[in-house]
């Protein structure tokens, strides 16, 4: 005789399995939209074009750094204050927050020791300001994640994660090519294709947990397309 109530609420977990599945299958197109645009723009920021064709300076590198580590040093903290915001319904966001605020608070040290290494002053790196990308990213950084329960974050983390995971050691290996650059004059990016390649790890895990509805994963595709022209305006506007 089959239990009929057993087999409904087996029918009931899969279909829910399913549409969870469904869900997070539909929300990681969405990102994979955004990130080809990224891409895309990447492909025209002039400093990156440059580093493509071999005509890079060790100027641009210096430059780079040197705009990098403004928007950097913020990292840790808007992370923290999101963790703040998350209520305990949320707390399993709110705990790999804080997991990532801690991973990511001594990361402007790296590019700090790099800078050095080729060439710059501590001083002046520390006397630097962000440029007009950096600011337009950090602001709207910290102002989401003072938002209740700021979901949507998660697609920052998409994007910035990515780029550390997906490009990052690709460009050290490239200035290391024609620049000559040793690996303690890059490690800042060579770093973080390991160390990012595990936060979007943990980072996917949440993705396809099944604590994402809708409303969340549009939050979340909003906010990586904002955070993807953002962080593409803070190269193309270097010094500025």
């Not at 990511?104 to 990308?133: C, P």
């Not at 995971?165 to 690996?183: I, M, N």
């Not at 990016?189 to 396809?208: N, P």
């Not at 604590?211 to 955070?227: P, Y």
């Amino acid at each position: 005789m089959t239990d009929t109530s057993t087999s409904t609420t087996t029918a009931a977990t899969s279909a829910a399995d399913a549409d969870a599945a469904a869900g997070a299958d539909t929300l990681a197109d969405r990102l994979a939209e955004v990130w080809i645009e990224l891409e895309e723009r990447l492909a025209h920021v002039p400093v990156l074009r440059r580093l493509a064709d071999g005509t890079v300076t060790i100027d641009d590198y210096q430059r780079l750094l040197f705009n990098l580590r403004q928007q950097v040093v913020d990292g840790s903290p808007w992370i923290s204050r999101a963790a703040s915001n998350f209520d305990i319904d949320h707390f399993e966001l709110r705990s790999a927050a804080i997991r990532h605020a801690e991973e990511e608070h001594r990361d402007f040290l790296m590019i700090e020791r790099d800078y050095v290494a080729i060439g710059g002053t501590l001083d002046e790196l520390r006397r630097g300001r962000k440029n007009v990308g950096s600011e337009a990213l950090s602001g709207y950084m910290f102002t989401y994640a003072d938002r209740p329960n700021p979901v949507g974050l998660l697609g920052a983390m998409f994007i910035i994660e990515g780029l550390g995971a997906k490009r990052a050691a690709g460009w050290a290996s490239r200035f290391q090519e024609v620049l000559g650059l040793a690996d303690n004059q890059v490690h800042f990016m060579q770093y973080h294709q390991q160390a990012d390649s595990e936060h979007t790890g943990d980072l996917e895990a949440i993705l396809i947990s099944g604590i994402i509805d809708d409303t969340a994963a549009d939050e979340i595709v909003r906010c990586a397309e904002v955070v993807a022209r953002l962080y593409a305006l803070q190269l193309e506007e270097l010094d500025r």
